[in-house]
């Protein structure tokens, strides 16, 4: 009975680290310069930019699969990161293509990661979903 107690107090731990980490990559994205881009935005040709959202997408990648590979309880939230990974990656692929499209192609990816926190919201409550880029201020208070 004790050995019970103990693997079910566990598993919540487990369970409650899982969307811990989950909230704190939906928290990073909230807070990328990269998605805060206008809905409305069109052809760009500006490289400096470019690259610095390629940098960031590729950090929210980077993070979105550790955040997977370290998922040991909440596996029903492993395929919505996993794909959340691929669009990173497609983006990626889309860039490199067309380049002064880097902008349009952010702001499609920010709307398909944003629907994939929707999908974990649902799954695991207590999850705050925040849109990307949401948590960006133009000018931060201090600064003002």
């Known amino acids: 009975m004790g050995l019970r ?13 899982d969307a811990r980490l989950i909230q704190n990559l939906i928290d990073r994205l909230a ?9 409305d935005v069109g052809l760009v040709d500006d490289s400096e930019d470019r690259e610095r959202c ?3 997408v590729l950090d929210a990648r980077r993070r979105t699969a550790r955040v997977c590979d370290a998922i040991e309880v909440r596996e029903d939230a492993v395929p919505l990161l996993r794909r959340m990974e691929s669009d990173c990656m497609a983006h990626l692929n889309h860039v490199e293509r067309l380049e002064t499209r880097y902008a349009m192609s952010l702001i499609r990816l920010r709307d398909r990661l944003y629907e994939a926190e929707q999908a974990l919201g649902r799954i695991m409550t207590g999850l705050e979903v925040a849109r990307l880029g ?3 201020p133009s000018t931060p208070e201090w600064l003002a």
Do not use: C, L, Y
């Open 5 to 17: 107690i103990d693997h079910v107090r566990e598993r919540r731990r487990s369970a409650e680290r």
């Open 31 to 39: 807070s990328k310069r990269a998605f805060s881009h206008s809905s």
């Open 54 to 56: 390629i940098a960031s």
């Open 134 to 136: 949401s948590r960006t």
